[in-house]
């Protein structure tokens, strides 16, 4: 199937900045939109920004003018680049990405990754 591995979480200042990546790996797939999730302690997962594969860009109202989503394609990877910080912020951070794969006879499902845990201290 498709496995997505993601990087870049850890423990940030408020007003500090860091980069999310999530690749993913596996044998004949295509993948259309992508998306970044997250979940804090006690509280529903919510999206946090997504991007079709046409590059069309959604944020959260909460993020907005400081999260930045991106992928690149060639290398299957999508990007979240998170600016000025703040505590509320702190959470697990998901990956999910839509493909279809030749297994699946070529039908879209799900991914996702493993979570990546994002810590803004005040």
């Known amino acids: 199937q498709v496995q997505l591995v993601e990087s870049g979480g850890g423990l940030v200042q408020a007003g500090g900045s860091l980069r999310l990546s999530c690749a993913a790996f596996?044998?004949?797939?295509?993948?259309?939109?992508m998306a970044w999730y997250r979940q804090a302690p006690g509280k529903q997962r919510e999206l946090v920004a997504d991007v079709t594969i046409d590059g069309v860009t959604n944020y959260a109202d909460s993020v907005k003018c400081r999260f930045t989503i991106s992928r690149d394609d060639a290398k299957n990877t999508l990007y979240l680049q998170m600016n000025t910080l703040k505590p509320e912020d702190t959470a697990v951070y998901y990956c999910?990405?839509?493909?279809?794969?030749?297994?699946?006879?070529?039908?879209?499902?799900?991914?996702w990754g493993q979570g990546t845990q994002v810590t803004v201290s005040s």
């Open positions: 999910k990405m839509s493909a279809a794969t030749a297994k699946t006879g070529w039908l879209e499902y799900d991914y």
């Open positions: 596996g044998s004949r797939f295509r993948i259309n939109a």
